[in-house]
C-alpha cells in the first residue's frame, strides 16, 4: 500500500533512479519513471524526487520525456527553484527541428503553475505563434492564455491581443478556436472577446471546417453576435439549418440554441427550428448513454414549456425501460404527464399502471401520483386504475393512492362521491404519516359522504398517545372539528376527548395551540365555528388558469444547453428568479387598465358600446382579479361544445381573448376568456357541465352595465354561429 | 471548458486524476466521490454542484470519468467528450476496465495530454492523435474457459468459433511497432437492441428496435469502402412501395463521415473508416416488427408452501432454424427475500444462479438453435 510507509517507498524510488546502472538501462529506467507516476496519481506526495526526474527529461525517449513533463508540471509549484533547472531543457526542445518536440516542451513548460514563470515563457510563446507548423502554434496560443492566467492583474499586452485576433484568420480551424478561447481568457474583465460583423461571418464560414467539439464552441460564442437587420439574419440562419441536423447531438442542440437566440424576433422560426431538431433531441433520449440520455429529457422539458404539443406522436418514446435507472424514469413520467391526450391516454394509463409495482417504492408512489395528475382531466379512468391498486394491500401503495385521492378531490370535485365510496370500502389502511394525513382530510372534508368516518376517526384519536408526528395531531384535531360540524352527534364525544388530551397533556406547542384556538371558536357557537372552518375555498378548479400555460420561449432560452437544466432545484430557481425579473412588466396590476384604447375599426356591439383587446392579462393577475371581484352576471347559453382553438379563433375577430382553457372534452369544461370596452374590464367564465348548456358568469372592473350588455350580446351571437356551423357539419 | 479530468474506480481509488487550470484543488476527487456516493436512488447524479465547481460524469466500463468545470458549459457537449474519451480508451487499451486503465495509465495520460489542452477540447480523432500518441498498450488477456471451449475435437472447428466473437473486440488498435502490421483487418457488426413489452396475454405492445452498424478498423491507413445495404431498404413510413416485404426503418443517422451520394439510388454508404471503433449508421424502428420477435417466454409461477416459489420457465427460438443464438441470457426479477435456489436445467452446459443483490436470478444459456425450445425450472426459497 502506498500510504503506509510512504517515505520508504520514496526513498526506494530515489536510490533506483540514482543508480548508475539503471540509469544505463533505458527500460529499467523508464519502468522506475512509470512507477513515480503513478504512486503520483494515487496521491502520494513524490514531490521529494524532483531533482532525479528532472535528470531524466534529458532523454531522446518522447514517451519517458512525457511522463516527466507530467510530474514536473504538477510538483513544478511546490519546487519552483528546482523546475528553473528544467527550464533549460525545455527551451532548448521549442527549439527543436520535430514540431512535435516544439509543441510539447513549449505546452509543458506554459503549464508550470510557478510565480516568475512568465520571464521564460513570452519569448518562445511569441516565436511559436509564429510557428509554420500548425500543431505548434495551438499550443502557444493557448499558451499566450496560461501566461496571462499566471499574472492575472497585468495590463493585457495589446500587441500579443492583436496577433491574437490576426490569428483568427489562420488556415488551421484549431488555431482559429484557440484564438477565440485564449482571447476570451485574456480579455474576461473586459467583457471577452468582440464578435463583431467581419469575425462573426468569418467564423459562420469556417464553420464546417472545424471538427464537432470546435462547432459547438464557437456556436456559443456566436450568441454573442446581434445581425444589423432581418436580411442578415436570415442569411447567417441559412447557413446555420444544415447543422440543426448534424449527427452529434451537441452540436445539433448548441445550433438550436443560437437559433432560438437570433430569432428572439421571429416566434415561426423558433417553432420552425425546434420542430426540425425534435429528431435530434428525441435521438439523445434513445442514446446508448445514460447521461446523454438524461441530458436530452431534461431539455425536452424544457422545449415542452413553449410547444407542449411538438412530441405528442412520440410519447412511446417517453415509455421506461426495465433497466433504466430510476432518475430517469421520474423524467420520463413526468414528460409522459404532460403528453397525454385523448388519443394516447389508455395506453400511457396502461404502461404508467405497470410502474405502479415497480420494486422501488419511491418510484411506485411517484407513478400512482402520476396517475393522479392525468386524473385531474381523465378522472373516469384513473380513479379505476387507483382503486384496483388498493387491492395489492401493499403499504406503500395504498398511502400513495390515499394522498392522491386528497389531490385529486381538491382539484375535481366531481370524482369526490366515486373517492368517498372507495376510502368507505376500503379495508387497508396507510400506516406512513403522510398517508394517514391525507386519509384524515378526507374524513374531515367528506364526513358527509363517508358514512364510516367517525369510527375511522375514533381509531386515530384513541391512538393519539403513542402518535409521534405533530403534523399529524394536527390533522387528527382539523378532521375532528369538520366532523363535529357535519355530524355533531357521533363525533361530540370523541371531539371533546381530544379536545382535553390535546391541551391538558400534549407536549409540543403547536398542537396545543390549535386545540386552544379550536376550543375557543366553539365556545363563540357552533356558527361562528362553522364560518371559520368550513368557509369558502379558494377555487381549485382555476388552477386551469395557471397550468398549461404555453410559455414563451424566451423564458427558457438563457438556460437551454447549459447545466441548468439538469441540475437541482436550487439552480432552477435561480434562473427563473433571474428571468422573472426581466419580464415584472406584465404583472404588473396598475398596467392592466391602462390601456391605449385603439379606436375599433368593425363596430360589433349595438349599444354604441365598442369592445377592443387592449393589453395581455396574465394568467396570475387574471386570478388574483377573478376572486377579488363579485359576479355580475350569470347567464346559461345553449351550446353544444367545439374545439378549443375553434372558439379561440372565432372571439378573436370581435376582440374577445381568451385566456385558458380545460383540455377538450373534460367534464366539466371551462374557459376563461376576458375583454375590454368603455374603459373597463370584463372577465367571463365559461363552464360546461352539462353537454348542451354553458353557464357564463361575468365579472368586471369597474362596472359599467353598458359593455357587459354588448359583450354578452357578442359572445352570444359567436357562440350561436359555432353551433349552426356544427349542425351542418 | 474542463478544470479536472478524473477517472474513478467503483470503489473510489484514484486510477487518472490531471488538472488543467489550477483553479480547483486535488481535494475535488475526494468530495465529487463522497456526494456521489450519498445520492439517493431517486436523485440524478449527472452533474453536481459543491460551492462552485460543479461536477459532470459518466459511468462506463465500472468507472466513474469525471469532469469539472467552474463554468456553465453545454452539458452535451461535455458528455459526449467523457464517452468518446471512454471509447478512445477502450480503442487503444483493448478493453474497458479497472484493470485496464490501470496497467495502461501512462498511455491514458498521454491521450488527455494530446486531447485537451487549458481545459477546451483539442481533438479527439484517432486519425490526428495516432501521430502523437507513443505508449504502447499493456493488454491484458484474462484466463477465460469460453477460449476453451471454442477448441473442437482435433482442431476441427466448431460452429460457435466460426461465429462467436473473436478477439478482435478486446484488441488495442495499435498494433506494436516490433511485430508491424499485426493484421489488417476490418469488421464492420450490426448491432441492434430490441426492446418489446408483451402483455401477460401475449400480445405485443411495445417495441422498439434501434440498430447501428459499427466498424472497427485496425487498418493503419483505408482507402474509401463501399458498403452496401438493401436496395430495397425504406426510411420513414409514408413510402412502402409495392407488395414487397421490404426492409424499413423509421429513421436513421450517419457518421458525419459518410458521403451518401450514393446511397439514395443505390443503398450505398461510402466511408473511409479511421483506426478504431465508429457508429456509421443508427437507425430505429418504432412499433412494427418487420418479423416475430426472435424469443418468446412462456412463464408459470407457483407459490407453494409458505416459503417457496416454483418457477417454470419455456423458453421458445422463433429464429430461423438454420442460425443459433449465442449467449442468451434471462433475468427473472424474483422477491426481495430470496435465499437459495435450486434448478433443473435442460442441459449441462446452461447455467443459472441467483443474485440477490439485484433480486434476481439469472439463466444463461450459451448456445440456442432456431427452432428450440428449452424450459428451466427454479425453485426459489423464501
Known sequence: MPYFGSEETVKELKRALSNPNVQADRLRYKSYITKVIRYMTQGLDVSALFMDMVKASATVDIVQKKLVYLYMCTYASDK???????????????????????????????????????????????????????????????????????????????SLVNELYALLRDPDPVVVVNCLRALEDILKDEGGVVINKPIAHHLLNRLKDLDCWAQSEVLTFLLRYRPRNDDELFDILSLLDPFLQSSQSHVAISTLRLFLHLAAAHPAVQADALLCSSAPLLATCGAASRELRFAGLCHIQQVMRSQPALFNTHYKRFFCGYSEPSYIKFRKMEILVALVNDENVALVLEEMKSYC??????????????????????????????????ALKQDHITSAVIQTFRDLVWFCPQCTAAVCLTVESCVDYPQDSEGKQALLWLLGEHADQISSAPYLLEVYIDGLKTELSA?????????????????????????????????????????????????????????ETRKVVTGPKSDPSLSVLTSAQEEPVSQWVSIFNTLGPLSAADLQLHNTALSASEHTDDTADTELLTEHVPVSMRDVSEAGVSL????????????????????LQRQTVCFSGCAADTLQSALQPVH?????FSPARALPWRAYIYSRGSGTLVLAELLQDDPEMLTVTIKQQPEHQQTVTAFISVLQSVLQTLNTGQMSV | MISQIFI???????LIYKDFRGEASKDSINVFYEMVTALSGDQPPVVMTHKDLHFIHVRQGGLYWVASTKTNPSPFTIIEFLNRLAALTKDYCGSLSEKSVRMNFAL?????????????????????????????????????????????????????SKVAPSVAASRPIMSSRGEQGGKNEIFVDVIERLSVVIGSNGVLMKSDIQGEIRIKCFLPTCSEMRIGLNEELNIGKSQLKGYSSAVRVDECRFHQAVKLDEFDTFRILKVCPSQGEQTIMQYQLCDELPCAPPFQLFPSVEKDYVNRVLIFLKLRCDLPPKSTALNVSITVPVPKGSVSMSQELSSPDQTAELQPKNKALLWEIPRFPGGAQLSALFNVML
Not at chain 1, 528546482?82 to 518536440?101: F, G, H
Not at chain 1, 420494486?359 to 407513478?367: H, I, R, T
Not at chain 2, 474513478?8 to 484514484?14: A, I, R, T
Open chain 1, 471 to 527: 403534523a399529524l395531531k394536527m390533522e387528527i384535531l382539523t378532521a375532528a372539528l369538520k366532523m363535529f360540524l357535519r355530524r355533531p352527534a357521533e363525533t361530540q364525544d370523541m371531539l371533546g376527548r381530544l379536545l382535553h388530551y390535546c391541551i391538558e397533556e400534549e407536549s409540543d406547542m403547536c398542537v396545543r395551540d390549535r386545540a386552544l384556538l379550536y376550543y375557543r371558536l366553539l365556545q363563540r357557537g357552533i356558527e
Open chain 1, 656 to 660: 374577445i381573448q381568451t385566456l385558458a
Open chain 2, 8 to 14: 474513478l474506480s467503483s470503489k473510489g481509488d484514484h
Open chain 1, 357 to 390: 409495482t415497480d420494486v422501488s417504492a419511491e418510484l411506485a408512489q411517484a407513478a400512482i401520483a402520476a396517475i393522479g395528475r392525468i386524473g385531474r382531466t381523465y378522472s373516469e379512468k384513473c380513479l379505476d386504475i387507483l382503486t384496483g391498486l388498493l
Open chain 1, 612 to 631: 377592443c383587446a387592449g393589453a395581455a392579462v396574465s394568467p396570475e393577475a387574471f386570478e388574483q382579479m377573478w376572486q377579488q371581484l363579485e359576479v
Open chain 1, 80 to 158: 519552483p527553484d528546482l523546475a528553473l533547472l528544467a527550464i533549460n531543457t525545455l527551451r532548448k526542445d521549442c527549439a527543436d527541428p520535430n514540431p512535435m518536440v516544439r509543441g510539447l516542451a513549449l505546452r509543458n513548460m506554459c503549464n508550470f503553475r510557478m510565480p516568475g514563470m512568465t520571464e521564460y515563457i513570452e519569448q518562445p510563446i511569441v516565436a511559436g505563434l509564429r510557428d509554420k507548423a500548425s500543431y505548434v502554434r495551438r499550443v502557444a496560443v493557448l499558451g499566450c492564455a496560461k501566461m496571462h492566467s499566471l499574472q492575472p492583474r497585468t495590463e493585457i499586452d495589446g
Open chain 2, 108 to 160: 491514458i495520460y498521454e491521450l488527455l495530454d494530446e486531447m485537451v489542452d487549458f481545459g477546451y477540447v483539442q481533438t479527439t480523432s484517432t486519425d490526428i492523435l495516432k501521430n502523437f500518441i507513443q505508449t504502447e498498450a499493456v493488454s491484458s488477456k484474462p484466463f477465460s474457459l469460453f477460449d476453451l471451449s471454442n477448441v473442437g475435437l482435433f482442431g476441427a472447428e466448431t460452429q460457435q
